[in-house]
């Protein structure tokens, strides 16, 4: 049974275009999210699948070589017209895939569970999907960790956009710093003196009522050499006033860090908990003000806890908190075992995050993307390791101030 369309089709295909991600070559951040999901959900295959105008096509895949199909037979397809998890326990007995071809050639799929890719704006760009040959049905602490993996999915997308987005009004910032003084010097001299002769003009005009023809022509003459310099000077400061406030900006508010932590903690929960990793979450007490996009700020945490469970070993622990050191912080620990064994997380992030992000095309890609988003945050990230305490990153805010009153009644309830 073919699917039908969703009812943005169009604009969910305009939102999964401005990613620029399809067609594009494998990443480790994806490939690590597919193997997870499988393990998670002990199938042999999964997928990142990305719904296209007329095919079906898989960013990362174990399990399976088949990287594209058409979207007439594609169970993905179907996923992406709800907003949760969609579980087929058994396509042979689902009218919808019992003749797929997908499902009754050699080796066919008989399990699927697929979970939406969700932006932030409410499009699904495809599925983060399970399949198995033979049926099963998983549990729910199954469910809650494919949806938590697809989120991550999600937000490495969406946060990728944005990092470049901004490497892009960076760069036109930087143009308009270069140009400064010839601006500078646009207004200060040709055009002032062009001004101060239309406005003497003027002013003879207002005082006598009687036209000067000599001062006139002057100013004409003036004004007209100058035409192009206005232009520019308008141009100038149309370029400056939209640097930075394009559809991909990030939207800056105040917020607290202690909520945006807590919430990240919480989204990557479900995917510690299939590994067995406990997270021990001390992100709480009073708010703790700050400016930033609270969403791409959200994504960037949960990034960073993914990092962590990512390369820690099964029976792991997490520590995360927010405090106040030179300003509000969130700190997160990857403490080593009590048997000696010691998370990996160190390298990764130092070598992602750390030593030169913006030249780091590979495994952690992500970890660049979201340092170049902390950046724009005017955040400072601090990294430590030492043996016996495992580690420790902290990332420390710029403090926002906030009313008297509101801070009272913070520490007041705390």
Same mark, same amino acid.
């Given at each position: ?52 105008? +007329? ?38 007995? +689902? ?60 937000? &490495?997308?969406?946060?990728?956009? %944005? ?37 003497? %003009? ?59 932590? &807590? ?47 990512? %390369? ?103």
């Amino acid at each position: 049974m073919k699917a039908p369309l969703p009812d943005n089709e169009i604009e969910r295909l305009a939102a999964l275009y401005s990613l620029d991600i399809l067609d594009s070559p494998p990443e480790k951040d994806f490939d690590d999210i597919v193997a997870l999901a499988a393990g998670v959900c002990e199938v042999p295959m999964s997928a990142v699948s990305l719904v296209d105008a +007329d095919r079906q096509w898989a960013k990362a895949q174990t399990g399976t070589e088949v990287a594209e199909t058409s979207r007439d037979v594609s169970f993905c397809a179907h996923a992406i017209l709800g907003r949760d998890l969609m579980l087929v326990p058994d396509a042979r007995e +689902d009218d919808r895939f019992a003749d797929n071809p997908l499902v009754t050639g050699e080796h066919g799929v008989r399990f699927y569970a697929g979970a939406p890719l969700l932006t932030t704006d409410g499009f699904a760009l495809g599925t983060l999907c399970v399949m198995d040959t033979r049926p099963r049905r998983l549990d729910v602490e199954q469910q809650q960790a494919l949806r938590a993996l697809a989120r991550q999915v999600t937000a &490495q997308l969406e946060l990728r956009r %944005y990092a470049f987005a901004l490497a892009n009004t960076t760069a036109r910032l930087q143009e308009l710093e270069r140009r400064k003084d010839d601006l500078a010097g646009l207004v200060g001299g040709e055009l002032r003196s062009s001004l101060r002769l239309m406005s003497a %003009y003027l002013e003879r005009l207002g005082d006598t009522g009687y036209h000067d023809v000599e001062m006139a022509d002057l100013v004409a003459r003036a004004t007209s050499a100058h035409v192009r310099g206005f232009r520019e000077l308008i141009d100038h400061l149309t370029t400056m006033a939209d640097a930075g406030l394009g559809g991909e900006s990030l939207h800056m508010r105040q917020c607290d860090l202690t909520r945006v932590t &807590q919430r990240a903690v919480e989204a990557v929960r479900p995917i510690a908990a299939s590994k067995h990793i406990w997270i021990l979450n001390q992100a709480g007490g009073p708010s703790l003000p700050i400016i930033a996009d609270p969403v791409r700020l959200e994504q960037v945490l949960t990034h960073l806890l993914f990092a962590a469970v990512k %390369y820690t070993p099964e029976g792991g622990r997490v520590r995360v908190g927010t405090e106040m050191e030179s300003g509000p912080t969130v700190r997160l620990d990857d403490m080593d075992l009590p048997d000696g064994m010691r998370p990996d997380l160190f390298p990764h992030l130092y070598y992602g995050a750390i030593a030169n992000p913006a030249d780091v095309p590979g495994p952690d890609r992500g970890l660049a993307v979201a340092k170049r988003i902390l950046d724009a945050h005017h955040a400072t990230v601090a990294l430590s390791d030492r043996p016996g305490d495992g580690t420790s990153l902290h990332v420390v805010f710029p403090y926002a101030s906030m009313d008297p009153a509101e801070l009272i009644r913070d520490l007041a309830i705390a």
